[in-house]
Structures are given as C-alpha cells and as structure tokens.
C-alpha cells in the first residue's frame, strides 16, 4: 500500500492554500513537496462574507466550495507534477475546507462547526481518494472540534523526549504543549486571536493582505489602555479545551471596542491600532503559555505568524525564559506543518485509527475523524 498522502490546508487567515505531498513510509514523515496558492480575490471575499450571516447563504457557500476544490486540485496538480508523480501513487487526499463557522457546545448542547468543501469535485478531479469533515465527529462526540493538530506534534516532535510548545499562528492561534508533565503526555488549545484582526485591519488601511514581516505595525505605539480592554474577553480566561474562531475575533468585535475607546477622545493612528493588535496576539499566546507550562525550553512557531518579524520579538521579550524560534528549526517549515498534520490525519483515517486527543478536545472518547470520498 502507498504511503504517499497530500494534504491541503486553507486557515482561518484566507491567505491561501497550503499542500504537501508527504511519504509517511520511512522513520519519519518527508515531505517531498509544498505549493502554495493564494485565493483569488473574489473566493477570498465570498468566504470572508460567509462568516457572518447573510441572504442566500447556501447559494453562495455551495459555489465557494466548488472554487476551494478547484483551487485545491491546482494545488495538488502542482504537487504531482514537481515529483513526476501520477495520482495512483498518491494513497489519499486529507483536505480541510474552509472554516466558515465555529460553534461547538452551543444552543443545543452539541453547536456544531462548519467546513466549506466539496471534497467529491475534488476527487473528481484529481482522481485521488480525498479524505474530508475531520472536525464534525469530534463536537459530535461532545469535543470542541479543535485544535486537531496536536496529536500530529506529538508524533513528529515528541520522539525528540524535550519539553516543547509548539505554536501556531494562523488566523487563530493554537497552541500544543508536548511532555509538559507525566499526567498529560500532550495538551492543546486555541489562544485565541492569531493573524485574523492584524490582517483586516492592516486591508482596510494600507490595502495589504496582511502586514509584511509586521513593518507597519513596528511604526506605531501600542495603547495600553485599549490593549488592557482587549485582553478583558472572557475567552482568554477560560480554562482549555476551549477553541474559538472568526465568530468571535472579527472585525466587528474589534469595532466595538473601538468604538468605546474613541467616545473617551483617545488620539491615535491607524498603525497604533496594528501595534497593539500585534501585541494583543503575542500577549494572549505567552500568557497562554506561562499559565500552562511556564518552564517551557522552546517554542516552536509556525503558521503565517512566523514571518512576522514584529510579532516573534514580542513573543521573545515576553517569554524571556524560552527558546522561540520557527518550526524550521526543528526540520518543518512553517507553512507545512498544518498541511503535513492533515496529511497525517488522513493517513490515520484511511487506517480507520483514532486520531483526536479527548484531553485535548474535551470529547467523551478517542474517534476515527473524517469521511472517505473514494476517487
């Protein structure tokens, strides 16, 4: 049987598509390829639209899903093609969708968690078994549906026995803590905020996507009393597991708050507001850490927020007790971890092996995740 498998990721920061191709058949997962495609600025608004409520909701999110797999299959044509690789050598495709609503525990007692994807059309068009919907068995089974990541880290960190903190900065942060005691082997959660406001502030004032290697925001002066008021949201004080999302840390939440802020005739710039959103990151992800695992050796960060020059000194300063450094640094770039961790999941899924962490999660038991889409 192959152990070559691909898997494509799309976060919560709606920069784009990350896929490798990834052979889990020696001693250690290798990656034998990475592309990257970013989403077209109409795909990206209609997801970022479909965050919140609106008309003919189902209209537009089933024609998104269309678009993403499209836009995966490039990603995956491109893998193929670097490698001189056909589809049958390719085992399965784990491919995450969009997350366009997260929403566990709520209303019923169940809430749920929304992935758009079309994972068929992808098969369709790749020719290759796709494996898809990781997140809903675990909310099903009373879990938060996230991070699902950890159990990957500790099959490709903790065989190194340290104690590390691997953190992910996508447009939500999360992060697992590895050998943090001997009763918990392995912890998880979501920090909160990763890029997500960074970013939409950063578009609507200077027009970037997100704001490179946090250059803008090194120019202004962070507010301590609005970033006091940001760190007042319960979430950041809930006890894990606890995930969160764009239904929470949005642009609207962020507008409330500066709404507040602006009615006591507070002066300040636009790139004061990007300092402190980029403080408000790194401060709700170090006191993540220190509340969890305060003699922690290393931090190893990855995601898009491990290209911020801006945000990795303040998680530096504030961690003076840590090693941070980028998940390079311990042989996976950062843009391929959370590719690479679905590509690990859907291996697990293909084997029918449980592949989430109750402890993580908060659900009532360990759950094979994910659907089988046959090509």
Request: charged share 15%; glycine share 12%.
């Amino acid at each position: 049987m192959s152990e070559l498998f691909i898997g494509l990721m799309s976060g919560t920061s709606l920069d784009g598509v990350d896929g490798v191709l990834v052979d889990f058949g020696g001693d250690a997962p290798k990656v034998l390829a990475h592309e990257t495609l970013g989403f077209p600025d109409t795909l990206r608004a209609n997801f970022l639209a479909l965050n919140t409520s609106g008309p003919d909701e189902i209209h537009r999110g089933a024609l998104a899903a269309n678009g993403l797999a499209r836009l995966y299959a490039k990603v995956v044509d491109g893998l193929l093609h670097s490698t001189g690789l056909t589809a049958n050598a390719v085992q399965a495709i784990g491919a995450h969708g969009q997350t366009v609503r997260h929403r566990p525990g709520e209303f019923d007692g169940v809430g749920y968690t929304t992935q758009l994807n079309q994972p068929a059309l992808l098969a369709e068009l790749c020719g290759i078994n796709v494996v898809a919907d990781f997140r809903s068995r675990d909310v099903a089974a009373g879990g938060q549906g996230a991070p699902l990541v950890p159990p990957f880290h500790q099959a490709f960190f903790s065989p190194r026995g340290e104690r590390l903190a691997v953190l992910n900065i996508g447009g939500i942060s999360n992060v697992t803590l590895l050998n943090a005691t001997p009763e918990a082997p392995v912890l998880g959660f979501d920090c909160g905020p990763g890029n997500a406001l960074m970013d939409a502030w950063c578009h609507r004032h200077i027009g970037q996507h997100f704001d490179v290697d946090g250059a803008w925001s090194a120019s202004g002066t962070v507010l301590p009393e609005l970033l006091n008021r940001l760190l007042q949201e319960p979430f950041l004080q809930k006890s894990p597991p606890k995930s969160t999302g764009r239904d929470l840390f949005n642009i609207a939440w962020l507008e409330g708050h500066l709404s507040a802020w602006r009615a006591t005739g507070k002066d300040f710039t636009p790139a004061d507001i990007q300092a402190t959103l980029t403080e408000f990151t790194a401060r709700t992800c170090a006191d993540a850490l220190q509340r969890n695992m305060a003699a922690c050796p290393v931090v190893a960060v990855c995601g898009g927020g491990a290209y911020n020059g801006s945000l990795m000194r303040r998680l530096q300063a504030l961690l003076p007790g840590c090693g941070v450094q980028s998940s390079a640094s311990l042989s996976l770039p950062p843009l391929q971890v959370e590719a690479t961790a679905f590509a690990w999941l859907a291996r697990q899924t293909s084997l029918h092996r449980p592949s989430s962490l109750p402890k993580v999660t908060g659900a009532q038991g360990a759950r094979i995740l994910g659907a089988i889409y046959p090509a």
